[in-house]
């Protein structure tokens, strides 16, 4: 039965060093009793606090990293079903499949073309996390040696993938520096070969098997053998059977506590056509996977994976903003409109990627509205003819503008006397929405 955090809290040292990383030991209590942290964090704990805790310290489900040199991962450790519980806390981490029977010059502009791949999207930069390197060839030392390419082309996290043992161990061995992470395909039909490799590698391991039963199986035996950090992966499974796995492993690690299954979930979306392996990989990243692989190499596609992991991984108690002030489009001279808008992430992109794209140098004044949107703050009184002018002044957006005229969205005309009068700016009301912005700059306003 999972412990109060005043349980935990008990069997601590209560010396409040923060050598967690937490302010206190009731804090760090708190946060193991949420899932958020495990008992291992504590370097004081003595061996006695340790058997008095046992298992029900542990986090429903491990947290995993892989990776090296500024570019680690971490997945796992989620603690709810529901992102409106709390808040989904590790981002899924996308993955794209190559091959190691490539010729050596494709293999490697292959790596470059993923790792050049990076998209800018509400504030946030998402790239591809991970290349996952598949043992076509069923050749060791190939294996190695394009295990070797791949991490010289591409810099970020990097996953094995083979059948065989000892291809696992040449490839691991040859690329160990960067902690990638050994995916045994097939486990069930020699665990024990693939955990050895991982144990004695010291990486983390990715077991496959079909089904709950084969697969926390071979969790257990895993563990047993002393394997900690590791990966569960159904294995080639349809879309409807991954999406059933991935719901009811997670129900069973986070709300049955099943610690056979409390892992986090690698999934493969390998259809040969591109958009059925993009709405698989979203769905994916949807249900709770770890590790999306997708056979997918269009940037177009893999947009569609980062936004859905993007969308889904916001806190969603805590509105997206960007800082409230005078952002700066394009270079700004003199003379450009300051438009207004709110310090909510979705108000303030629209507009500036409207501006941006049609290549307009502006002003946007993001007023503080707690990150609510125009209408919602407006009704909440959160923009207003004071908080505006007050705004303008703190930005000191007439030195830096050249001029007072002041663009405010149609939305919330009625404001433009209250901020003409509290500001002493001239007004001027634009289109209902962000989309209007271009023409009406174009036909409105004179620098
Ligand atoms: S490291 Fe242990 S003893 Fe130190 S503050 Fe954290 S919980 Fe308390």
New binding site residues.
Partial sequence: MALSGLEIYKH?????????G?A??LA??MKVASGQASLE?????DEKGKTALGEAGAPPQSLISFGANGYGFEIGQETVLYRHEDKFYHPTAISVCINDSLDNAILEQRCKELSAIAFDRMGKTSVVDMLALVNASKDTARFAEAARLAAASFPRSLALLSPDPTALRAAGEAVAARRPLLWALCTGSNPEAFFKVAEDLRLPLCIEAPGFEALAGLADQARVSGLKDLVLSPGPVSSQEGCAFLTQSRRAAITKKFRSLGYPVAMMAMDEDPLRATVDACWYILKYAGIVVANLTRPEHILALAATRQDIYTNPQIPVQVPAGLHEVGDPGPDAPVLVTTNFALSYYSVESEISSARIPAYILAVDTEGTSVLTAWAAEKLTGATTAEALAKARAAEKAGHKKVIIPGLVSVLSGSIKEESGWDVIVGPREASGLVSFLKANWRS
Avoid: I, Q, W
Avoid at 41 to 45: D, H, N, T, V, W
């Fill in positions: 601590l040292p209560k010396s409040n060093c923060k050598e967690c937490v206190t030991c760090f209590a964090g504590c370097p004081r704990l």
